[in-house]
Every structure is written in structure tokens, then in C-alpha cells.
């Protein structure tokens, strides 16, 4: 059942108290999702007071598609700044099986492209092609290492992309808890992921998100060009896509106030209505971050 936080018994700050009221928007199209049957799950954090403003079955591992793959960037980011990775390390597309239904690299007449290349096309356009290079280059190991060093037990990268999936596949790519995503992205902008080499690095790649159409859709940001926005918003994100499946978590701080966010829904996509429903939810929390941070 979705509820705020438990913490309504302390006096929160002007600022924090104000934007709990504000999330009764929020609350109420994820309610209504749930009572039509979707798997909801929602939690934001304020990154100054470090209150839990809003939370709703938080703690529940779903399926996060392409979300999953932070983790992954997170041990690549890592790898080079120890030496272990080289950043300009030719990949092939040829090395890894192709994946047809999404990506750009498969559109690119460049067979083969530098490992910092691939990390950039994996955090912009979740593209299947580089994460799947890049993760056969690092190793599901390394990767599953960095989760738990990163006290992340709820979260898990659990197989590559690929267009079908067989009885002998992973169901999903990742699965993870709003809670832990919400933390980890806090995490990241305030240095504490690795080191702050390391945060920061990564923190540029999803800074270059082009994916701004579920809860980034209410900041007006330029999709293709938001890293240095006129009206100071610092916004960075990963969305997660699937059949059903529709995921996001980011930072988004105004002059008011940083937020950390992360949203799940999984639901049934029978119609198109089914999916815009879902859509709707993830842009009327953003609208209501938005009044949080302005």
C-alpha cells in the first residue's frame, strides 16, 4: 500500500514540509494505478535534509530493465580510473550477438568503438549493443562485486539484452527497489559512489540522458543539450523500458531544493491506454519535483 513517510512525527524543515503536502498528486494517480491492477513502487529523498518525503512500497525488488544498468557504468567508471580498463580499447559489434530492436550503434556504419565511446552510448540512448559489449568485457563478476560492495541488496544486473528471451533466461535484465535506486543516484551526486573521481564520471554520462519523457517531461529540458540549463536545474537520470515494465530514478535540484527520485510500475500493457496511464503517473511526479525544487 502506497504512504508517506513514517517520519510525519518530526518537525520537518519549511522547505521539506512544504513539499511533502505537494506530493498528494503524486500519490493519488500511483493509488489509482494500483487499484487497476499495476505494481507500483516510489521513493524521494531530499538531498539536503536527507528526509524521505514520499515512499511507497519502497522496499519491493521489481524488474527495472535498462535502469539496471547504472551499476555497470558505475564498475566501468571504476575500471578506468584504476588502470584496469583502458578507455580507448577498441570493442568490435561483432563480439557480442545482435540485438534488433533498439539501439543506434546497429545504425552506425563504425564496426568498432572505444570503450568510453560505448559508455556513452549506453548512459545517452540505453543502447543494447554497447551495454552488452561493455558488460562482456567487464563481467557479470566484477559487476555483481560492485552491487554489494555498494551495499545495494535489493538491486541485481542479471543478464545482457537480448531480443527474445528463452525458459533458460533470466526473466529480466535487472530488478532493483526504488529505495536503493533513489540512494544510490543521491549517492552519486554527492560524491560517495567509489570516490569522487568515480561519481562524477558517471554522474556526466546520465547527465547526457536523451531519455526525458517520463518524469523529465515537466522540466522542459532540451533532451539533446541539458547539462548546463539556463534556469539552473541540475538534472541527471536513467529510465528503464519493457514490456510493462516502465522505471526511472534521477536528481533533479532547483534553487529551492535537490531532490533524489526513483518510480517503478509494472502493469499490464494490453492497450495503449494501459501504457499512457503508466506514462501519466511518472510526468505527474515530475511536475510535482518540480514545485519541490522551485
Not at 64 to 91: C, Q, R, W
Amino acid at each position: 500500500m502506497l504512504r508517506r513517510s513514517q517520519s510525519a512525527g518530526r518537525r520537518l524543515p519549511r522547505r521539506a514540509a512544504a513539499g511533502r503536502r505537494s506530493f498528494v498528486s503524486t500519490l493519488r494517480s500511483l493509488e489509482t494505478l494500483a487499484d487497476a491492477g499495476a505494481q507500483v513502487s516510489v521513493h524521494v529523498v531530499d538531498l539536503d535534509s536527507h528526509v524521505h518525503v514520499l515512499a511507497g512500497d519502497d522496499h519491493v525488488t521489481m524488474p527495472i530493465a535498462g535502469l539496471g544498468i547504472v551499476p555497470l557504468l558505475i564498475e566501468v567508471a571504476a575500471g578506468f580510473a584504476d588502470g584496469s580498463l583502458d578507455e580507448l580499447e577498441i570493442a568490435e559489434r561483432t563480439a557480442v550477438e545482435p540485438v534488433t530492436t533498439a539501439g543506434l550503434w546497429r545504425h552506425l556504419h563504425a564496426p568498432a568503438l572505444p570503450l568510453e565511446d560505448l559508455a556513452v552510448l549506453a548512459a545517452t540512448s540505453g543502447d543494447p549493443i554497447a551495454v552488452n559489449t561493455l558488460l562482456q568485457r567487464v563481467g557479470h563478476e566484477r559487476v555483481s562485486a560492485r552491487i554489494e560492495s555498494l551495499g545495494l541488496r535489493r538491486t541485481a544486473l542479471l543478464d545482457r539484452f537480448r531480443d527474445e528471451r528463452g525458459p533458460d533466461d533470466a526473466p529480466h535484465v535487472a530488478v532493483g527497489s526504488t529505495r536503493e535506486l533513489a540512494g544510490l543516484f543521491s549517492a552519486l551526486v554527492n560524491s560517495q559512489v567509489v570516490d569522487p573521481a568515480v561519481s562524477a564520471q558517471v554522474a556526466e554520462w546520465l547527465s547526457l540522458n536523451h531519455d526525458l519523457s517520463l518524469v523529465a517531461a515537466s522540466t522542459g529540458l532540451d533532451p539533446f543539450a541539458h547539462e548546463h540549463d539556463a534556469h539552473g536545474l541540475l538534472f541527471i537520470n536513467k529510465t528503464g523500458r519493457d514490456r510493462g515494465v516502465r522505471a526511472e530514478a534521477g536528481v533533479l535540484a532547483g534553487p529551492r531544493a535537490g531532490i533524489a527520485y526513483s518510480l517503478i510500475v509494472c502493469f499490464d500493457d494490453l492497450s495503449i491506454t494501459h501504457r499512457l496511464r503508466a506514462h501519466d503517473a511518472f510526468r505527474v511526479l515530475g511536475v510535482e519535483l518540480m514545485e519541490y525544487t522551485h
